[in-house]
């Protein structure tokens, strides 16, 4: 489930490959674009933060394993997501 769901992921944030060729649109359009990239992006903070952070890490906790503690790089994972998705959501005006 959690290769199918990064799969998808990774699908919808290609999304964000349709922002390029809508770089000189108007605005509107522009900003219509990036539902793909906001939709995978948002999946992929649902993934690493809630399934990994918050249930690997203290439903099975994760953090008391010195070998399979992956609760850092998810964390990186997740803020990384949450940024670019909190850019990509800011609203585009008409370019001058």
Avoid at 75 to 92: C, E, G, H, Q, Y
Wanted: aromatic share 16%; glycine share 10%.
């Amino acid at each position: 489930m959690i290769i199918t769901t990064e799969a998808a992921i990774g699908l919808l944030s290609l999304g964000a490959i349709v922002l390029r060729f809508r770089l000189r649109a108007p605005g509107r359009a522009f900003n219509r674009a990036k539902l793909w990239a906001i939709i995978g992006l948002t999946l992929g903070f649902c993934l690493w933060f809630f399934g990994f952070a918050v249930v690997g890490g203290e439903y099975f906790a994760m953090w008391q394993s010195k070998l399979w503690n992956a609760l850092d790089g998810a964390f990186r994972i997740a803020t990384t997501m949450l940024a670019a998705l909190v850019f990509i959501s800011l609203p585009d005006g008409e370019f001058t």
